[in-house]
């Protein structure tokens, strides 16, 4: 059975060392990788897998509710790993929309698509 992962944030610091390592250590499953691409995330650091066949990069935002589920309706996910989030805390005095928006709304709409089409879906045993 093949196996289907989605990462979010994979192009910031932990998803850029992790996916690397996943891919060598689970040559047969593929990898989605949603980033945003803001401040924290770098393409350049994901070289070593854009050609890799099993590798697919999408950039979006776990915000996007729309974006997400239609994700999930496509690859047909077996899996979440999720490290998209607002990190730098000193940030979130003066301005916590993004972390709010991002940290809570954002994981709260992967656990919504993740429940709808695992757990909802018609055919569940």
Known sequence: MSQTILIT???GFI???FIPYFMTAHPDYKIVN???LTYAGNLDNLKEVENN?????????ICD????NALFDKYDFT?????????????SITGPRPFINTNLLGTFNLLEAARTHWFDAPNTP
């Open 79 to 91: 899996g979440v790993i999720h490290f998209a989030a607002e990190s730098h805390v000193d940030n």
């Open 34 to 36: 949603l980033d945003k």
């Open 65 to 68: 509710e729309t974006l997400v």
């Open 15 to 17: 998803g850029s060392n």
């Open 53 to 61: 066949p099993n590798y697919t990069f999408v950039k979006g935002d």
């Open 9 to 11: 944030g994979g192009a």
